[in-house]
């Protein structure tokens, strides 16, 4: 074990292990830079991912209305990336949504009640003129007592 820690991209590039995966991603990333260039810059923006598997060319967008617009573009980006890359066949597209956290659902906290909410919500009732809301204060003093 080194004494110093190395850093993840020494250890892509160099690791016996871990080449053919920097070489993969690289390669990706190459691909997706090419597919962005071949496409309107509003729609290059959305476009995520980019991978060859075998003859077809898989690409992922942000959204689905992006998914859309990016298949009625597959044809022409064919033509294009041909140049580059002859054995693709096809193009698919498909929408890769954002991974976000689980919030995990916290219950509700329970109301605490005081006896002297109670008794001040009762208090100011019997002062109250109003019929409707003297009856309102009432149960909510009825109610405060109860909990």
Not at 29 to 57: E, F, W, Y
Not at 80 to 97: F, G, M
Request: aromatic residues 4%; positive net charge.
């Amino acid at each position: 074990m080194s004494a110093k820690p190395r850093r993840v991209n020494e250890l892509l590039q160099h690791e016996t292990m871990l080449k053919p995966l920097y070489s993969e991603i690289r390669q990706q990333q190459q691909l997706l830079a090419l597919v962005r260039k071949a496409v309107p810059p509003n729609l290059a923006r959305h476009c995520c991912g980019a991978h060859l598997g075998g003859a077809v060319l898989h690409l992922s967008t942000d959204s689905p209305v992006w998914v859309s617009k990016l298949r009625f573009q597959a044809p022409a980006l064919l033509s294009t990336l041909r140049n580059h890359y002859p054995a693709i066949a096809s193009i698919t597209v498909r929408c890769e949504k954002p991974q976000r956290t689980i919030a995990r659902r916290r219950p509700k906290p329970r109301a605490w009640h005081s006896d002297q909410a109670a008794i001040t919500v009762g208090e100011t009732a019997e002062t109250v003129t109003h019929p409707a809301l003297r009856l309102a204060l009432l149960r909510l003093s009825k109610a405060l007592r109860e909990d």
